[in-house]
Structures are given as C-alpha cells and as structure tokens.
C-alpha cells in the first residue's frame, strides 16, 4: 500500500563488504528486496528459489529492481 510518507527503510546506513557506510537512501525509487543470507554453511539449497524469485521480478521491473544481500552468522559460523 502506498503512503505519502517515507519509509523508515531509507533512513538507515549499513556497511559494505568492504567496511564502508552504505545508504539505503541510494536505493530511492527501485524495488528492493533484502535477503539475509548465509552462504557459507548447509543451508544454500534455498538459493534456489531466490533466483526464481529474482528472475521474475527483474522480468517485471528490470532495472529498477535490486536485491541488497545481508549475511548472517547465525548457522555454523
């Protein structure tokens, strides 16, 4: 649903792989989807299913679509 408000998303700063601050508010005016992922253990089979998922939306927004990839550390470290 759309507001005239601004989301809370683009008021945060992350850090890059490279240990740099990073603003959400680049991503203004794309479609994102943020995904946590834990690439380095088990548990990938489920990149899988993101692709598909990736697939279909960059079908439909193409380059306004992005996908912004958090790691976790939650799985076999």
Known sequence: MATSK???FYNFKVL???GEEYPLS???GKVVL???TASKCSFTPQYQ???YIYRRLWEK???DFVILGFPCNQFMQ
Do not use: C, F, H, Q
Request: no cysteine; aromatic share 6%; charged share 40%.
């Open 34 to 36: 943020v995904v946590n």
């Open 6 to 8: 601004e989301s809370p």
């Open 61 to 63: 927004y193409d380059e």
């Open 16 to 18: 890059n792989r490279n």
């Open 49 to 51: 299913g993101l692709e």
């Open 26 to 28: 680049s991503k203004k």
